[in-house]
């Protein structure tokens, strides 16, 4: 008996043909279930079977796994074309065998006009749960894990979008997902891997549907792996003694930032208030004339602290942690980076109020993305309707960010601090106050994020995505940890 059954979306093209000419040439392959959309006339190879139906549908995938005898199962899962390399399959059978894996991947090359790239990928953590957790175009499943899983953790639910993120999710409870770091296959491929569609396809209104299906096959992985938080174990910010000397303060941590630093400062200054508050500046040792801006403005302004720190190896957290450590900080500590700026003089007001009002930990507002001129462009507002009180802080796992500006108590973000990194260390805060205490939301337009070449969100580099992707996922691992110690309770 063969050892694979390929499971591809079908295409009406000599590319297709040609992809599954190369699989029928490897020898290993049963056969190829062409999954289509609709009935087609076409008349396909006697190597390809049709199905009819969406890759992604319960149903679908239901009928592929009863119907599969072989031992694997290998889904070409991108949205282009797939082209092993010799000995390819042979590679991700063996891995598969001495691993023990339910899952395996590779990396592969790229294939464009310009020639052929390697494109490498991220290893699989635990904390590596994003419904878009970039695999390539091939997933290489054992069989004999899925049957387990599903015999063990239930049958794929009734789901048009999310039936393989969860089969993903159940398999890799008890079998190891295994990366393979060499490049197995060539893809044509018309994504991008750090497009705007991309990077804000959960947040987009158009997506709810999917999104939706996503959170619940999510939430129910949690439950299964004891890493639920029920909206009941949730607390409220609790009143301090501590006599903080401002209401609030707008932090704004700057590099060499010469040429948009001053519009962030005078954008937090220029906020009215019922409340005193101050701007803290902490400048990382910048070397572009950042600095001299800011001993002007500050020397104009008395409320604008400009700190700049005695070590010289923090990073965006490491200057959060001076600011809010700092005896000059509020009651409340507000985000604001130092290329952006508030979208109105009413931002601070209504994200302290929230906080007040609300008793929370932390509120995050929503903004809406801009160029140099503050032209509104795409995605445009970033709101994070999905958020829900309910379940937000679970669902914050699978999504990649939680949106802008931030707003925390101080006297609780202080015991929690930022990690000392540049990126996602917003994130790791975030996921560590919603871990124990209820969040606040704010859905209209607080903040304009421009985008412009020098910035942090400028187009990433693969290698730069990968290595910010797979910190994040470390984050979520230590996260998913430290709930599912909570779920457990405290030990006799």
Request: proline letters at 4%; hydrophobic letters at 35%.
């Amino acid at each position: 008996m063969k050892a694979v059954t390929v499971v591809a979306q079908y295409r009406t093209d000599p590319f297709f043909e040609k992809a599954v000419h190369l699989i029928e040439a490897t020898g290993l392959v049963d056969r190829v279930l062409a999954v289509r959309r609709e009935s087609a006339s076409q008349k396909l190879s006697a190597f390809c079977t049709p199905v009819d139906g969406e890759i992604h549908d319960r149903t679908t995938l239901m009928r592929i796994i009863n119907e599969t005898g072989t031992n694997h199962l290998l889904f070409l899962t991108g949205d282009g074309y797939v082209f092993f390399e010799p000995g390819s399959i042979e590679k991700m059978i063996a891995a598969a065998e001495s691993t023990k894996a339910g899952i395996v991947f590779s990396d592969f090359y790229d294939l464009n006009e310009r020639g052929k790239t390697v494109h490498p990928l991220s290893g699989y953590q635990s904390g590596s749960v994003r419904d878009d957790f970039d695999f390539g175009g091939a997933l290489f499943f054992s069989t004999e894990a899925i049957q387990k899983a599903l015999q063990k953790y239930g049958l794929i639910p009734d789901t048009r979008y999310a039936g393989l993120y969860d089969l993903r999710l159940k398999v890799s409870i008890e079998c190891p997902v295994h990366h393979i770091p060499e490049p197995l296959y060539s893809m044509i491929s018309g994504k991008t891997h750090s497009g705007d569609g991309q990077l804000f396809a959960y947040v987009d209104p158009r997506n709810a549907d999917v999104q939706k299906e996503m959170e619940i096959v999510f939430t129910d992985y949690l439950k299964k792996i004891g890493a639920y938080l029920s909206p009941g174990s949730l607390r409220q910010a609790e009143q301090t003694q501590y006599r903080f000397p401002f209401t609030a303060t707008v932090v704004i941590p700057v590099k060499n930032r010469v040429s948009t630093i001053n519009g962030a400062v005078e954008s937090a200054l220029s906020q009215e208030t019922d409340f005193p508050f101050n701007v803290i500046v902490v400048d990382n040792h910048s070397m572009d004339g950042t600095t001299e801006i800011l001993s002007g403005l500050a020397k104009r302004y008395p409320a604008l602290k400009h700190i700049i720190p005695i070590s010289t190896d923090l990073g965006i957290g490491g200057c959060w942690n001076e600011a809010i450590n700092s005896k000059m900080c509020g009651r409340y500590a507000v985000q604001l980076d130092s290329d952006d700026l508030y979208s109105s003089t009413k931002t601070l007001q209504r994200m302290v109020d929230a906080l007040r009002d609300g008793k929370y930990a932390m509120v995050i507002g929503s903004y809406t993305i801009v160029d140099s001129h503050l032209k509104k462009i795409t995605p445009g507002l970033v709101d994070h309707r999905e958020w829900t009180d309910e379940n937000g802080h679970n669902n914050a796992l699978r999504v990649n960010g939680l949106g802008a500006p931030r707003g925390f108590d101080t006297n609780i973000i202080r015991g929690i601090g930022f990690p000392n990194v540049s990126y996602g260390e917003d994130y790791a805060a975030a996921l560590r106050v919603c871990r124990e205490y209820r969040v606040g939301r704010i859905y209209d337009s607080l903040y304009l994020c421009r985008r412009w070449e020098g910035n942090t969100d400028a187009v990433l580099t693969i290698e730069e995505a990968n290595r910010n992707n797979a910190f994040k996922d470390s984050i979520r691992t230590e996260e998913i940890r430290a709930r599912q110690q909570i779920s457990k309770g405290p030990n006799p």
